[in-house]
């Protein structure tokens, strides 16, 4: 089964979400982790999702205020109710345009019925439609077609 396509969010670090040394607050970083691992998951199972729980979330290198930090969301692993999604996290500096990856970490979500009680998740099915969304939320080609095959 296919599952490798990827989901990415950007955002821009604002002092509101920066700690008293002026970084990325780790709250932050995690809510941002765990609400994509939320997209990336809800994606591939088209059937409500719960995090069930993060792992081994590495704070590599700390984050400045006013960079750019992009999030990028990948199935790892796919069991009966049950999708692990990694989540990488690089930050970019918006004059330089030095990136480097400072966060990487592992959610598993869980599907759930209407009685939150964990629900099987159809990979087949599920794999095709999420390769669709993510190819719908590739970035528009160039108007002179470049890139057209
Ligand atoms: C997640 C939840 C639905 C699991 O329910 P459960 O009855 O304990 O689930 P089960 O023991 O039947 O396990 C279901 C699947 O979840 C996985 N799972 C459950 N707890 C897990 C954990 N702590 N870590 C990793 N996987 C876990 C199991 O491995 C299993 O996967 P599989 O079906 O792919 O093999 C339930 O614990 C829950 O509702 N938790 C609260 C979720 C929530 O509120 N999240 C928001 C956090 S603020």
Known sequence: MSASAETRV???????NTNSMGVLFGGHALSLMDRL???VASRFARKPVVTACSEKVEFRT??????LIEL???IARV??????????????????GERNLCTTGQFVLVA??????????????????????ARDAEPPR??????ES
């Open 37 to 39: 691992a939320f997209i």
């Open 10 to 16: 950007i955002e821009i670090v604002f002092p509101m």
């Open 62 to 67: 700390p984050v400045k205020e006013g960079n």
């Open 112 to 133: 759930v019925g209407d009685d939150g009680h964990p629900v099987p998740v159809s990979p087949a099915e599920a794999s095709a439609t999420y390769r669709a969304s």
């Open 142 to 147: 160039s108007p002179s077609g470049e890139g």
């Open 79 to 96: 069991g009966r109710t049950s999708i692990t999604v990694e989540i990488e996290m690089y930050a970019e500096d918006l004059l330089s």
């Open 72 to 74: 990028i969301g990948r």
